[in-house]
């Protein structure tokens, strides 16, 4: 029994040794995967530090860009409303222009009708058969119409009846 006990002992020795050989090489193996992993850690961990830099760098630009566009949209809106100004006072001086144009042109008629009125109605229908015939039916509008009559009967028949349709417009 003694044997078998000791042959007994001595197997489950070397399977000790064995199993520890075996768990040495393990353990080896684990340090090497170790290794390699803190490197790839690291790795990771860099590349994780550049993208966070990159960010930082992106938001800022991405910041002062809005910055600009915020101020040029700001000095646009200013132009805008400066056109918008000048573009209103502009209008406004070409609708005072066309008001004392309109008085002027009214003030030139009214100074012609005042003439032809006073002149004879042959020398008047003498001087508006030579004109372009709406240049003379405007002046002949702008007199009573007693004196269009007297002027309109001295003229040529076909002319007074020329007028006298424009007149009628």
Avoid: Y
């Avoid at 803190?38 to 961990?45: P, S, T």
């Avoid at 800022?60 to 915020?70: A, D, F, N, P």
């Avoid at 949209?73 to 918008?84: G, M, P, Q």
């Amino acid at each position: 029994m003694r044997l078998f006990l000791l042959s007994i002992f001595t197997i489950s020795s070397l399977m000790a040794l064995e199993t520890s050989d075996k768990l040495f090489e393990c353990t080896e193996i684990f340090k090497a995967r170790k290794s390699e992993l803190l490197v790839e850690l690291e790795r990771i961990d860099e590349q994780r530090q550049a993208l966070s830099a990159l960010k930082i760098a992106t938001e800022e630009l991405l910041r002062k860009k809005e910055i600009k566009v915020s101020q040029d949209e700001a000095i646009v809106s200013k132009k805008l409303d400066d056109i918008t100004k000048k573009e209103n006072n502009i209008k406004t001086m070409l609708e005072k222009n066309e008001a004392i144009l309109k008085k002027n042109q009214e003030i030139k008629m009214d100074k012609i009708a005042q003439t032809f009125a006073k002149m004879k109605a042959a020398s008047a229908a003498n001087i508006l058969s030579d004109m372009d015939e709406t240049e003379a039916s405007s002046i002949l509008s702008s007199l009573k119409p007693k004196t269009v009559g007297k002027i309109l009967s001295k003229m040529d028949a076909k002319k007074a009846s020329s007028l006298t349709l424009l007149l009628a417009k």
